[in-house]
Each structure stands twice: as structure tokens, then as C-alpha cells.
């Protein structure tokens, strides 16, 4: 979010260099965040890389022997405790806030003020959800599912439906091949709107009303491909924040089954995750479309000026130069992260008895997933952090920016002060060696249960080692590069 | 076992090159590290630092205050780094040609700015982070400055 501010200055010469005689109305007039994150320094960043490589030799050395989370260890709680939480009646409710809160953003958006940072809609879709459920997911598991408000609509559309035809209603078959990808799509078209679409704010950024008309838009699609295919069959492959989402609870040590609340070995949800095809296609997503929103703050922001510079010598109007440099170089950032695991898919191929290029492929996908929550936290939790101030005061009380006032909130503002800087790069680090280290983690027990033979089995891990390392350490990079 | 040996070579040239890669990085980075150290230290010394972009810039005696200069609504020679100590007193003037409020994001200080005229700002740099400093004119808005402020 923050590259934008850096851009303008750009396009502001570029204007300058085109004899522009009015510099045209800035539609994202403030962006939604007023503080940007100090590169970490370069004592954090070679500590944090020889911890990195420190843990992952040691890892090598001292695995284990036996596989530890591909048996499903998942136990029900309690009938009470089951019972209280996922219920009919708290199903319901979930369901109800769900809907309530998508109307709430969509009606900001249309009626509300087009300032971005004093509109409900782009705080809470951005922020609040997009950030807030992946850390929600991971500590307490699929937790937006209750709450997906196009599960809701769709459930009760279906039911509506059952009741009047007195059928249930036809369904086509879903192609298995298609499996995650169009949720993988999704993931990038969502970041792609964000990042990219939004960065474009020389006429017409990405405005409250714009976020809204996608929001209704992609109501639409939801629910039409609902229709086709079934609500549950494309909540699990196709609609983008729910596979998104759940896949982070993966992580979690808690899990719902056929109406039970229950327990299970925290990481073990995973090995069983990446089973259709689109699954390393979504993990790569998330990890490229996290890269480039880091990596244009600090180490592509000089090539993409470039670019940039160029696509306008050769003609492009400012804002599609602006958005079709940054689609390139989103592209180059998803490509290059499948590139480097795929790169280790082939190595482990090499070792003796390795399963299929296929089977590698997937069975390794889930060990990216903590890499990813890394990503996450060492990208936005600053921004999370100062952004919820304003979701739980101004933002709540004022959803419209109308100057209304509905909890007294209304005229509170962000401390930047709430968290030092020292402390968001403590953050930042230690997400990132966190996520390696249960990247690792899984990576060895996947190996483990592949090759049985403990020897071959540490000798595929050379790879995946290679490519965590990797991950874990352009994640340092781009960290130490941030707004330079 | 051949092919084995060449993917295991080009592992190892892979981990090598990442590598190099870091010692090159942090490298680079540590001159970012020791001037931030010199700041620290100046800092520490209970001294002002010495402005020595306004001893460049103005040539003849000490200025009081970093001086950015804004033409045609656009900072002269680009948008300007200033960074301070957590603590520190933040200290800038902003000279422009066009009339406009200047505007520290996070701090949230705007003051106004007549044509030809300008203004100085002079507070405490209590907030960590990057904060843009930004003059808004007719309708539109400019980055002139980037405000870093480092912990003390």
C-alpha cells in the first residue's frame, strides 16, 4: 500500500516531462495508511539469516525417524463443548453477522465517502478480513467458514429452493481437474486489485465505490457458481477466501467434523491438505502476491520505475503504464516462487526411490503454507496492528464517513506509538524463522513417510532445505530492503 | 548416480550463491547501519547534529534548519530524506512557490504555506517509522519529503 505514495512522486515527473498543466485530482487522497516500516537493520538481518541456516542444519541432522503428522489424530471434544460452539443456533448467528457485515461494506462503499481511509469497506475487506482471518485461522482453525456470508446466502437460497420445488436442485459435476485453481485465481485477482489496480491513482484508484462494485461482483459469481456446482463443492475449490482461508486452519489444532468440534496434532490438518490439483498454485499465489507488495516498496522499485518510464516513452497513458508494469512484475514475483519449488520438486526426484514428479509436487505443497502465514506477518502486521485501531473507532462508529457517530468513537485516531519500531522488526524476523522452522518441520515428516528409508529420505530434504532457505531468506531481504 | 552428482553440485552452487548473495546484501546494508550509528552517537552527545546537507546546500555559515525547496509545486532535486533519532527534535523548513499546506503523515502537523512564502516545523520525533511528508495544493498532493525516524 505504501509504494504508491513513493510512486507518486514518479508520476508527478512523468507529468512534469509531458508538459501536463494540471496535475490531475489524486483519487486516493490519503492512502490508508500514514506510517511505512523502517528497513531492518543489518545487524537483525545477518543474525536472523545465520539463525536460519544454523536451524536448518541442525534440522537435517537431528530429524526424526518415524512420521509424526500423517496420522489423523483428530479427537472430539465433549458433546457440550461441541455442542455450544457449533450448533444450529450459533451456525446461524455466525451466518447472520457474515451477511450483516458484507451489506455493511458494500453499503459504505456505494453511499459512503470516497475517502479510502475514512470508508468502512476498504479497512474492513483489506485489513480486518484479509489479514485478520488468516491469523485467526491458524491459532483457532476454519473459523471465516460459519461466517462466509455467501456460504449463508447460498445455503439459504438452496433451501428456499428445496422448499418451493420440493427437489433438491440440479447440479453439474465440478471437474476435478479444475480442483483449487480457480480459487488460486482469485488470490491473485483480489491482490491484483489491491496492489495493483489500487496503486493506480493518478485518475481513478481503487475507490470505496469500485471496491464495492467488485464486491457485488463477485457476489454475483459466487452465487451463480454456487448454482452450478453446489454451495459446498465450491466453497472447497473455488470460492477464493474460503480455500484461502482454510487453507492456513490447516495449521490449527482445532477442527470441525460432520457437526463436532475437535482436537488434533497442531500442523497435521496440512499433510493432508494439497490433495487436488490448484493446491501448490494457491500457496504460490500467496507467497508471490505477498513478495511483490513487498518487494515494490524497496527491492523492485527501481526496475519497476524503469519499466514504468519506458511503457510511458512508448506511449501508455500514466495510470494503464502504471498497472501494466506492476501486473508484469506480479507476474514475474508468482512465477519466480513456482519456479523455485518446482526447482525442488525436480531434486528430490533425483534421490533413489522417489515417489512421481506428480506425487512430490503435491505432497510437498503444504509445507509452504507456514511459509506463507511468515510472509503475511512480517508484510502487514504493522499495518494490521495501526489499521484495527482505526477499524474499532473511527470506522465503526462513522462507516460511512458521513460524520456520524454511532459508539462515540467517531473522532478517536491511530497511535503509531501503540508499537515501537524495534519491536515491528523483532515481529518480522521472528515470523519469518518461525515459518521456516515448520516448513522444515513438515517438509521432513512428508520426507520421512515417502521414503521410509531414513538416509534417502534426509538426502531429498537437501532440496527442500535449499528452497526454505531461500524463501525464508529473500523474505529477510525484502524486509531489509523496505522503502529504501 | 551421475545425474545425482550433477543436481547435487548444483545445489551446492545454489546454496553458495545465496550465500554470497547475503554477505553482498548485508554488506551493502551495513553502511546504511554505521551512519545510523553516527546519528545515534551525535545523537547521544547531546549535541545538534551537524546539518550537513544545509552546510552543503546553503555554503555560507550555519543554517538553522534543512531547507526543502518546492518549484512549480515539486520538490527541487526530488522528494528528500530526513531522518531523525526516536527523540530527536524534528527540523525542517519548506520553502514553495505555490500556495499549499504542508502535511506530516502520521503526526498528523499540517501548516499552511503562502506563495513565496514558507514555513518550519520544529517537533518531537516521538513516533517511529517512515512518515511522508507531503504539500497539498489545489486539488492535488505531492510527496516533497520522507521522514524516517529511527529507534534511539
Same mark, same amino acid.
Given at each position: 500500500?505504501?509504494a +504508491?505514495?513513493? +510512486? ?16 490531475? /485530482?489524486?483519487a486516493?487522497?490519503?492512502?490508508l ?9 543489518a545487524?537483525l ?14 534440522a537435517?541432522?537431528?530429524? *526424526? ?9 483428530? +479427537?472430539?471434544?465433549g458433546?457440550?463443548?461441541s ?6 443456533a ?11 457485515l458484507?451489506?455493511?461494506s458494500? *453499503? ?11 470508508n468502512?469497506?476498504?479497512t ?6 484479509w489479514?485478520?482471518f ?10 471465516f467458514r ?16 428445496g422448499?418451493v420445488?420440493? /427437489?433438491p436442485?440440479?447440479?453439474l459435476?465440478?471437474?476435478e ?10 488470490l491473485?485477482? $483480489? ?5 495493483v489496480?489500487?496503486?493506480g ?5 481503487? &475507490?470505496?465505490?469500485t471496491?464495492?462494485?467488485?464486491? =457485488? ?7 451463480a457458481?454456487m ?14 477466501f474460503?480455500?484461502y ?28 491438505w494439497? &490433495? ?5 498454485a ?6 508471490? &502476491?505477498?513478495s $511483490?507488495?513487498g518487494?515494490?516498496?524497496?527491492a523492485?522499485? #527501481? ?18 503504464? =502504471?498497472?501494466l508494469?506492476d ?7 508468482l ?5 523455485v519449488?518446482?526447482?525442488g520438486? *525436480? ?5 533413489? #526411490?522417489?515417489?512421481?514428479?506428480r ?25 494490521f496492528?495501526?489499521q484495527?485501531q ?20 467517531a ?10 519500531a524495534?519491536?515491528v *522488526? ?19 515428516? !512428508?520426507?520421512i513417510?515417502y ?5 534417502q ?25 523496505? #522503502?529504501? | 548416480?551421475q545425474s ?13 550463491a545465496?550465500?554470497?548473495l547475503?554477505?553482498?546484501l548485508?554488506?551493502?546494508d ?12 551525535t ?7 551537524i546539518?550537513i ?6 555554503? #555560507?555559515?550555519?543554517a538553522?534548519?534543512p ?12 522528494? !528528500? ?20 499546506e ?9 501548516k499552511p504555506?503562502?506563495?513565496?512564502g ?26 516533497i519529503a520522507?521522514? /524516517?525516524?529511527?529507534?534511539?
Amino acid at each position: 500500500m505504501t509504494a +504508491r505514495r513513493r +510512486r507518486r512522486a514518479v508520476v508527478g515527473a512523468a507529468l512534469a516531462a509531458l508538459g501536463a498543466l494540471t496535475f490531475p /485530482q489524486l483519487a486516493f487522497g490519503h492512502a490508508l495508511v500514514a506510517r511505512e516500516d523502517l528497513p531492518i537493520p543489518a545487524w537483525l538481518f545477518a543474525w536472523a539469516a545465520s539463525v536460519v541456516l544454523v536451524v536448518s542444519f541442525f534440522a537435517l541432522s537431528a530429524g *526424526w525417524r518415524t512420521p509424526r503428522f500423517e496420522q489423523d489424530s483428530w +479427537r472430539p471434544f465433549g458433546g457440550t463443548v461441541s455442542r455450544g460452539l457449533v450448533s444450529r443456533a450459533p451456525e446461524i448467528a455466525a451466518a447472520a453477522i457474515g451477511v450483516f457485515l458484507l451489506g455493511v461494506s458494500i *453499503w459504505a462503499g456505494l453511499r459512503g465517502t470516497e475517502a479510502p481511509d475514512r470508508n468502512f469497506i476498504l479497512t474492513f475487506i483489506f485489513v480486518t478480513c484479509w489479514l485478520g482471518f488468516p491469523l485467526v485461522s491458524v491459532l483457532l482453525g476454519d473459523v471465516f467458514r460459519p461466517f462466509n456470508p455467501w456460504r449463508a446466502i447460498g445455503r439459504a437460497i438452496g433451501a428456499a429452493f428445496g422448499a418451493v420445488a420440493r /427437489q433438491p436442485p440440479a447440479r453439474l459435476r465440478y471437474p476435478e481437474w479444475l480442483g483449487r485453481w480457480p480459487a488460486a485465481l482469485g488470490l491473485v485477482a $483480489f491482490v491484483w486489485l489491491e496492489v495493483v489496480y489500487g496503486a493506480g491513482d493518478v485518475s481513478a484508484g481503487l &475507490t470505496p465505490h469500485t471496491a464495492a462494485i467488485a464486491a =457485488l461482483a463477485y457476489t454475483g459469481l459466487t452465487l451463480a457458481m454456487m448454482a452450478l456446482f453446489g454451495v459446498e463443492k465450491w466453497i472447497e475449490r473455488g470460492e477464493t477466501f474460503s480455500v484461502y482461508f482454510n487453507m492456513f486452519s490447516q495449521l490449527a489444532p482445532f477442527e470441525v467434523r460432520e457437526g463436532r468440534l475437535g482436537w488434533r496434532r497442531p500442523f497435521s490438518g496440512a499433510a493432508r491438505w494439497a &490433495t487436488m490439483p490448484g493446491s501448490v498454485a494457491l500457496v504460490v499465489a500467496s507467497i508471490g &502476491t505477498t513478495s $511483490f507488495d513487498g518487494a515494490q516498496e524497496g527491492a523492485l522499485k #527501481n526496475a519497476i520505475n524503469d519499466t514504468f518510464d519506458k511503457l510511458v516513452d512508448a506511449g501508455f497513458g500514466l495510470s494503464s503504464a =502504471l498497472r501494466l508494469t506492476d501486473s508484469l512484475y506480479l507476474l514475474g514475483c508468482l512465477l519466480g516462487v513456482a519456479a523455485v519449488y518446482l526447482l525442488g520438486v *525436480w531434486g528430490m526426484r533425483s534421490v533413489r #526411490n522417489a515417489p512421481s514428479l506428480r506425487k512430490l509436487r503435491l505432497g510437498f505443497a503444504h509445507t509452504l503454507i507456514p511459509i506463507a502465514f511468515a510472509y503475511l506477518v512480517a508484510h502487514y502486521f504493522s499495518l494490521f496492528v495501526f489499521q484495527e485501531q482505526a477499524q474499532f473507532t473511527y470506522l465503526l462508529s462513522d462507516p460511512l464517513g458521513d460524520g456520524s457517530d454511532i459508539f462515540g468513537t467517531a473522532s478517536a485516531g491511530i497511535d503509531y506509538g501503540l508499537v515501537g519500531a524495534t519491536t515491528v *522488526w523483532y515481529v518480522q524476523v521472528a515470523a519469518l524463522v518461525v515459518g521456516h522452522v515448520c516448513g522444515l518441520t513438515l517438509a521432513h515428516d !512428508r520426507a520421512i513417510a515417502y521414503w521410509g528409508d531414513y538416509q534417502q529420505a534426509t538426502r531429498s530434504q537437501y532440496w527442500m532445505l535449499a528452497v526454505m532457505v531461500g524463501f525464508t531468506c529473500f523474505g529477510l531481504y525484502l524486509l531489509s530492503s523496505a #522503502n529504501l | 548416480m551421475q545425474s545425482n552428482r550433477a543436481r547435487a553440485v548444483v545445489g551446492v552452487l545454489l546454496v553458495a550463491a545465496t550465500v554470497v548473495l547475503f554477505v553482498v546484501l548485508s554488506g551493502g546494508d551495513d553502511d546504511g547501519d554505521s551512519e545510523g550509528r553516527k546519528q545515534a552517537t551525535t545523537a547521544t552527545e547531546d549535541k545538534p547534529r551537524i546539518e550537513i546537507d544545509q552546510v552543503l546546500e546553503k555554503g #555560507n555559515g550555519p543554517a538553522p534548519v534543512p531547507t526543502i525547496a518546492v518549484k512549480g509545486g515539486e520538490p527541487v532535486g526530488g522528494v !528528500r530524506d530526513l531522518s531523525f533519532a526516536s527523540g530527536d527534535q524534528v527540523r525542517f523548513r519548506v520553502t514553495s512557490d505555490i500556495e499549499g499546506e504542508v502535511h506530516v503523515h502520521g503526526y498528523e502537523i499540517e501548516k499552511p504555506v503562502t506563495a513565496g512564502g514558507s514555513v518550519e516545523f520544529d517537533f518531537p520525533a516521538g513516533l517511529e517509522g517512515g512518515f511522508e511528508v507531503e504539500l497539498h495544493h489545489g486539488g492535488g498532493e505531492t510527496q516533497i519529503a520522507e521522514l /524516517q525516524v529511527q529507534p534511539g
